[in-house]
C-alpha cells in the first residue's frame, strides 16, 4: 500500500512509516493513493460477515500485499472485540450505537487497530515503542485502553490536574500494565507542549523510540470504515440508505466516504455538527472558513477547523459540486439538542447523548423533504453515561451505568504528580 501526503502528491511513503509517523514531514495528512472497490463476492457474501471478517476483507483490499493475511487476521480480530449493533429509535430512525468499547466512544475503534498495527509494525525492533499523549480527557481514554498489555509498546499520558471527568480520570489512571498515567500541573496546553518538547529533546530520543498517538494517523481512520459496513449488513437491502454522522474534526464522516469508494451503497451522509458549522457551511456556499471554537454540550465535536477537511476534499478533488451531491449539512443548537434528548426518552424510551442527538435531528430534518421509504441511520458516538449531568438534568431519571464503569469507579488511581515545567518532566522519563 502506498500514501501519499495532501500537502504534496509526489510524497509518497509505505503503510509503516505512515502509521509510525502519523504526519508527513510537510505536515500533511497520508491519504491512500488507491481505493479500490471491494469484490462483487464480498457485497453478496456481506450479510453473513461477522466485524471482524468485514475488517479483514476492508483491510486486504486497501493494504494490498502491505501485511500477510495471517498478521492481518490477528490485528483485526485483536482490534475488534465488541459490537456495533444498529438499534430502532422509531419506524423510520435507527442509530449504529458505537460505545460499546471500554472508553465508551467510538473513538475505541481507531485507538485499538492503531495499536494492533503499531505493535505489528515494532515486533522486528528491540526496544520498545514509548507513546507520548497528551489528553484533555477522551482520546487518553481510548489510547489508553486501546494500548492495554499491547506487547512492545508502553503508553505515557499527561492529563491537566482537576480538568478531567471523574471517569476519564480513572479510565487513565487506573489500568496499570504498560500504561502510565501523569498529572500535570497546568492545563491541557501545558501537556501538550511538554509532549512536543519532548520529542525534540536528545536526551529523551537516546533512550526511548519515542511516538505518538496523534488524531490524524491514517490507522484510526481506516477502522472507521468498518462499521458503515456493518450498519448496512444490519438494515434491509432492498432500500437506500442514508447515514447522518455528528462530527468534528470529521475523521467518522471521512471514514465513511472511504466506504464508499470502495462500494458501499450511501445514498447521501449529512454532516451535522453543533453551532461549529464550519463543514455546513462550506456545503452550503462552497467557501470555507475556519474560525475559533465555540463551546456547547456535544463538546466533543467543538472545532473550528476540522482536521479532516483536507482529506475529504482529496477525495473529491475540491469538487464542490460533486462533495454536494454524496454530502449535506445539518447543524443546531444546545437547546434544540437537550428538547430532542428529552423527547425522545419520553417518546421512544432510548437515551441519546448529546452529540448521537444531533444525528438524530439531522436525520428527522432530511426526511421532512423526501417522500420514499428510506433506511436513516445516525452515529451514537457515545455512551450518554459520559454526559450524566448534562441527560440526567433533562430526562429526569438515572442512567444506568454499564457494569464496566462502575467496576472502574471503585479502582484505584495511580498517578505521577508533575508540575508543568519541562526539567521536571524530563527528570521523570530519565529516572523511570
Ligand atoms: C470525537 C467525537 C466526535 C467527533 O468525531 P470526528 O470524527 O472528529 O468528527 C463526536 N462525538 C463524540 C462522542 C466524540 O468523542
Redesign the pocket.
Known sequence: MQLYSTNNPNYKVDLKTAVLKSLAPDKGLYMPSKIDRLSDEFFKNLKNYSLSEIGFHVCANLFQDSIGAYDLWKIVNNALTFPAPVVKINDKISTLELFHGPSL???DFGARFMAQLMSHYNKDENKKLTILVATSG?TGGAVASGFYKTEGVEVIILYPKGKVSDIQEKQLTTLGENIYACEIEGTFDDCQALVKTAFLDDDLNDKYRLSSANSINIARLIPQSFYYFEAIKQVDNTKENIIA?????????TAGLLAKEMGLSIEKFIAATNENHIVPDYLSTGEYNPKPSIATI?N??D?GN?S?FVRMMELYNKDHKAVTKDISGYWTTDKHVLETIKRVYENNDYVL?P?GAIGFLACEEYIQNISKDKNYIFLE??HPC?FLDTVESVIDHKIDLPQRVKELLNKKKEATQLNKAFPSFKEYMLSR
Open positions: 466512544a467510538f473513538k477522551d454522522i455528528p462530527s468534528g474534526n470529521f475523521g467518522n464522516l456535544s466533543a465535536m472545532v476540522p479532516n447523548d452529540h458516538t457515545a459520559k
